[in-house]
């Protein structure tokens, strides 16, 4: 049976291994923690002009469906898009930002790289909002998207720009085009 | 006297609630494993490189065919196939090549193009693995099975060769392709900011943070830049000199009567917006104290197809600075215009004609991605410097 100094001695030492232990491999833990700092994942990108907040999304539609996370459109119709501008600020704001829709369509499977995105169309929008009052600017669109493309709607004021909406197209891969040099050989 | 049973039960509960302690904040933040900076394209002699192959990309064999057949028996090729048809296939299109390659199969799909796969990672000291730095996800991968495949590369050349080397994924969006190191910079593209800001970081400040972070190279940011991939409009020659695209220099010697030429959907950009995006790309290299030579460029209207002659692969042969540089055949003016310009710096120019691939939106430093070079000084400097 233990006395009470048995007890005492029995943590005192434990106290003492749990503080070298740890302090040991303090220096690994606290640096593995700054190493991540700089980077942080937006939930939804944000264009912030003076105080005020813009963001966008596609109004609800059944043209975008969902399967593990990975949100896809269908090929064709552009669903609306809502613009949705916030005075996070303490007083009246006039602000300007230009809106542009870009569609992509992939070059073919075994290319490196995508066609070049074109704007098909781009808005600039001036509003003037009270202090805590947001406002919603709905966007439809004629232009179709082709299957296994992307689009894009950027939002940018002053010098900023931001990607604020990314969806890709679903669809089957075109076949690897051939070159013009390789359909002269086969001819 | 206490006996020794009390210390001893002491010392293991200590270590036990200190172990749960470590092992609970560890697994939350993963310590980086350490590397050194991004490898630069200028440098010693290549020793290994990657390349990929699957069915469906034969237009790339006969660019690998010209490129091999040019390294000698000490240079391994690493080449990374879906399956043994795929490899057959190369291998029957490639023939006998003086190189080693060391086949690495992955059962999935994937593309030609490994520059952009992983950029490599010098190791932190000598004997240890090159760091292959992934991208966190690839351009459209959710619905391009071959992208989707493109992005395990870096892993399944970690696992197949995990003396050699070691992989790790940034939080960061990013072709390898986007990026062009030399010295103490690191050159980075539009796209890079595009497709990152308010997406994996907050701000601009913060990305520069992230890349320095992940590439250890000062970034710069080329906010002006043509939009494309930093190798197909400049290159270093080394010794602070960079070669900048021109699509001015290119437009006098572009042969539009060549059938080659019809690839281009809505002819050739030889307009002033154009002009001024590589313009902008020579100014800042200039600000940053380079001495800056520009070579013919003619850049796509419509799609991202450049003749480009940066698109290169500097390699260091007997002591001789060596460019395995693009051609294109039609186009003999523009490649004799650019194999003047790379010799003026003192390269040995050898040219790998890349008529079958360049509608693809790449040419060779795309489709080949240098994993060691011998020690990163030359023997000889090109041009004397």
């Known amino acids: 049976m233990w006395s009470r100094q048995h007890w005492i001695c029995a943590g005192t030492t434990a106290l003492a291994t749990f503080g070298l232990t740890v302090a040991l491999f303090w220096p690994t833990i606290a640096n593995a923690v700054d190493e991540k700092a700089a980077t942080t994942v937006v939930s939804v990108p944000t264009l912030k002009v003076d105080g005020s907040e813009i963001t966008a999304r596609f109004a609800k539609s059944d043209l975008i469906t969902e399967e593990k996370g990975v949100r896809l459109l269908k090929p064709g119709a552009i669903p609306p898009i809502e613009i949705i501008a916030y005075n996070r600020g303490e007083k009246e704001q006039t602000f300007n930002f230009t809106a542009t829709l870009i569609i992509a369509s992939m070059n073919d499977r075994m290319s490196r790289v995508p066609r070049v995105a074109k704007p098909s169309w781009e808005q600039e929008y001036t509003l003037t909002l009270q202090p805590g009052q947001s406002r919603t600017v709905t966007v439809e669109t004629a232009e179709k998207a082709g299957a296994l493309g992307q689009v894009t709607l950027n939002l940018k004021a002053d010098k900023q720009l931001i990607e604020a909406l990314t969806i890709s197209t679903a669809g089957e891969a075109p076949p690897a085009a051939k070159t013009p040099r390789q359909v002269a050989a086969t001819k | ?385």
């Open chain 2, 1 to 385: 006297m206490i006996r020794r049973g009390p210390i001893l039960v002491g010392v293991a509960v200590g270590l036990i609630a200190a172990m749960g302690v470590i092992g609970h904040l560890q697994p939350m933040r993963p310590a980086k494993p350490p590397s050194g900076p991004m490898l630069p394209d200028y440098g010693g002699a290549i020793r290994s490189a990657v390349i990929q192959y699957a069915h469906g990309s034969d237009f790339v064999l006969p660019v690998y065919q010209q490129f091999l057949a040019q390294q000698s028996a000490d240079v391994v090729i690493y080449l990374l196939c879906p399956g043994q048809p795929d490899l057959e296939e190369f291998q029957h299109g490639i023939g006998s090549v003086p190189c080693k390659v060391h086949p690495i199969f992955t059962a999935h799909p994937m593309t030609a193009w490994s520059r952009d796969r992983w950029v490599a990672l010098l190791p932190e000291a000598p004997n240890r693995p090159y760091m292959l730095l992934a991208p966190q996800g690839e351009l459209q991968q959710e619905i391009w099975p071959q992208r989707a495949g493109d992005s395990h590369i870096a892993d399944d050349l970690s696992r197949a060769l995990p003396r050699l080397l070691t992989s790790r994924r940034s939080s960061l969006y990013f072709d390898g392709g986007d990026f062009l190191a030399d010295g103490e910079w690191v050159f980075a593209t539009p796209a890079v900011l595009h497709r990152n800001l308010q997406h994996t970081v907050v701000t601009r400040d913060d990305l520069l943070a992230a890349l320095a972070d992940d590439l250890h190279r000062k970034p710069i940011l080329m906010d002006d830049a043509p939009d494309h991939h930093a190798g197909m409009f400049m290159m270093s020659a080394g010794n602070h000199r960079m070669l900048v695209a021109d699509p001015s220099l290119g437009e006098p010697l572009f042969n539009s009567a060549d059938p080659a030429a019809a690839a281009f959907p809505s002819g050739p950009d030889f307009s002033a917006a154009t002009q001024r995006r590589f313009d902008s790309v020579a100014l800042l290299a200039g600000k940053l104290g380079y001495t800056v030579t520009r070579i013919p460029v003619v850049p796509a209207r419509d799609e991202k197809m450049y003749l480009t002659y940066v698109n290169v692969i500097l390699d260091v042969r007997a002591g001789q600075p060596v460019v395995y540089m693009p051609t294109f055949a039609g186009q003999e003016k523009l490649s004799a215009a650019a194999t003047a310009v790379w010799q003026s710096l003192g390269y040995e120019v050898r040219p790998i004609d890349c008529s079958t691939v360049w509608q693809k939106g790449g040419t060779l430093h795309c489709l080949v991605n240098i994993v060691e070079r011998a020690e990163i000084s030359l023997p000889m400097q090109p041009n004397g410097g």
